[in-house]
């Protein structure tokens, strides 16, 4: 497949997809609405693998050769249309639940322009591999670090690809980038304490739970609790902090790159309000942003007017918020290398 065509099949994945984020990369010029839809198709198969009806061997095999297959093609001669698969991978797949010999073919030539392209260093999107990998294997995590670690891999791995993609001036932003992307996933953690429940899993950290009194099966089997509702506001008091942290991000970005991150910092913002209007409720339902909410943040980053009288910086970080700066001291580790899965 020569590199049109792989660009044409990481749109078709992203469009098939239904990602509200997807429409987001259309405030971006074309060349880099190209690259983010190779990254996003390549994370969106990345996480097909890890979800997949499978069993957790037969998902790890896949993703090694996965991995093997993106390291290969992130090292090859950018000039060739061929796509390097691993040894032990066969040739056709085309009979496996995921085809991962075709998807590689559709993926891996837009991927690798794009990583030459944006200059993206090739560990973020094996760190986005090792996040997967990292949830098959772990569903329990005894202290924060242990769970910023998860997050970096899962989330602040994709942001730091994307500023690439979205252009900055230097130095990088990595601290802020990586708060940030360590808030969008907490925020998700806590929107889905029951359904990650439903399939035996604790994201939130036991050095956490255990303070308020709460043991493993709390967590697994979650009720109306005012112990529990205590532990999912400290969470949100956590995140809240990293969203300022992560704020800062805007100012190193290009003109299209900062509305995009505008967009999606302030959708994820604006979900942690609605996780915050009735702790209590997230055990009973999933909170969802509203139609209304959905609309008014399109309509303020599409319609250019609207973008410029939006409020900058957002006014949730002009309230002033005194326990921010404590809470912040403990979400962030000294050390924000990632490590490898051995010392999580």
Request: glycine content about 4%; some cysteine; charged content about 25%.
């Amino acid at each position: 497949m020569n590199l049109p065509q792989s660009y044409r099949s990481v749109r078709r994945i992203t469009r098939r997809s239904g990602s509200n984020f997807y429409r987001s990369f259309a405030l971006l010029a074309k060349e880099k609405r190209s690259a983010m839809e190779a990254l996003y198709a390549f994370s969106r198969i990345t996480d097909d693998l890890g979800d997949c009806n499978q069993p957790l061997a037969l998902r790890n095999r896949w993703l090694e050769h996965w991995r093997q297959a993106t390291a290969l093609n992130l090292i090859r001669n950018p000039n060739s249309d061929q796509v390097l698969l691993p040894p032990g991978l066969p040739d056709r797949t085309d009979d496996w639940p995921i085809d991962l010999v075709s998807h590689a073919q559709q993926i891996m030539p837009a991927l690798a322009d794009t990583v030459q392209r944006f200059n993206i260093p090739s560990r973020y999107l094996l760190e986005i591999i090792d996040g997967v990998v990292a949830d098959q294997q772990k569903t329990r995590f005894d202290t924060f670090e242990q769970l910023e670690h998860y997050c970096y891999l899962v989330a602040s791995s994709v942001g730091l690809a994307c500023l690439h993609i979205w252009g900055f001036r230097d130095p990088l932003p990595e601290q802020a980038a990586i708060d940030c992307g360590v808030a969008f996933q907490l925020t998700n953690i806590v929107r889905d304490i029951s359904e990650d429940a439903q399939r035996g899993r604790i994201y939130l950290p036991r050095q956490h739970y255990a303070q308020h009194g709460l043991h493993e099966d709390d967590l697994l089997h979650p009720r109306q609790d005012d112990r529990l509702a205590c532990l999912i506001e400290d969470e949100l008091k956590r995140a809240e902090a990293l969203y300022l942290s992560g704020w800062e991000v805007y100012h190193s970005l290009e003109p299209d790159g900062q509305r995009v991150f505008s967009m999606m910092w302030r959708t994820y913002r604006k979900l942690l309000e609605r996780l915050k209007e009735n702790p209590r409720q997230i055990v009973t339902r999933r909170i969802r942003l509203t139609f209304l909410d959905r609309l008014t943040m399109a309509a303020n980053h599409f319609i250019p007017p609207l973008y410029r009288r939006l409020p900058c910086p957002p006014n949730e970080l002009n309230a002033s918020n005194p326990a921010s700066t404590v809470v912040r001291s403990q979400a962030t580790p000294n050390d924000t290398t990632p490590k490898n899965k051995d010392q999580q």
